[in-house]
């Protein structure tokens, strides 16, 4: 079975840029969520996905960051313009079910320069 | 307000000795539980997960964790670490709400073993 996919793996920007990650979940997983990862934190929830609809997005610094999930399925998170503290490592994961155990993708990092 | 909180961020065993990982919650009802373990640059892998019946819950790696409702506590163990163990670990609780339900990660925990 395939796992989650992430694209890119790596992405440097300059500050005021914008920025767009992309994710595969797993297929058949209705729930995707995005996370932000600090280095030396832990994961933190910016949106959560139910199929194509948005369920949570009460950490999502909506003034910058915009996160879609076409048809369900695969699913960009973009960022603009980029703050230097956006700097970090950005998670994608899907789920079977909402609060059902959560697949990973490698993840993007981000560095803000 | 929800939590989830380990309280050592950094451990140091040596190879071949035991290992606890501490997991403390704060949720009204009793949650999903789950441990997740990440290495340098990786993304996160499901150690365990513990949803109800049986409190000792068995995962990968060798690894297995004890829920204690009374302590609101998740500990991770695992009786004779090795070296490939080194990495962060992450515990996770899934929090249940009218729309559903997401998972909220504790702030890790970073595991150092020396020969």
């Known amino acids: 079975e395939a796992g989650v996919a992430q694209s890119p793996r790596y992405k440097i920007i300059e500050k005021r840029q914008s920025v767009a990650f992309w994710c595969n979940p797993i297929s058949g997983h209705a729930t995707l969520y995005w996370y932000q990862q600090i280095l030396g934190q832990g994961p933190k929830l910016l949106i959560q996905?139910?199929?194509?609809?948005?369920?949570?997005d009460s950490q999502l610094p909506k003034d910058r960051f915009s996160a879609e999930r076409l048809k369900g399925v695969d699913s960009t998170l973009k960022i603009q313009p980029a703050k230097l503290e956006d700097s970090a490592v950005y998670l994608c994961?899907?789920?079977?079910?909402?609060?059902?155990?959560?697949?990973f993708g490698q993840g993007t990092r981000l560095t803000v320069v | 307000a929800q939590s989830v909180t380990q309280p050592d961020i950094h451990i140091t065993v040596s190879e071949g000795a035991s290992l606890e990982l501490r997991c403390n919650y704060s949720?009204?009802?009793?949650?999903?539980l789950f441990w997740y373990v990440q290495s340098p640059g990786q993304g996160l892998q499901l150690l365990l997960k513990y949803f109800s019946g049986d409190t000792l819950v068995q995962g990968i790696k060798g690894f297995e964790a004890e829920f204690k409702r009374s302590q609101s506590s998740f500990n991770l163990r695992k009786p004779s670490v090795h070296w490939s163990d080194a990495a962060e670990y992450f515990c996770?609780?899934?929090?249940?709400?009218?729309?559903?339900?997401?998972?909220?990660f504790g702030q890790g925990t970073e595991l150092s073993v020396k020969p």
């Open positions: 996770a609780v899934a929090l249940f709400y009218n729309q559903g339900g997401k998972l909220i």
């Open positions: 949720y009204g009802a009793t949650p999903y």
């Open positions: 994961a899907s789920s079977p079910g909402a609060g059902m155990e959560a697949f």
């Open positions: 996905f139910q199929n194509n609809g948005v369920v949570d």
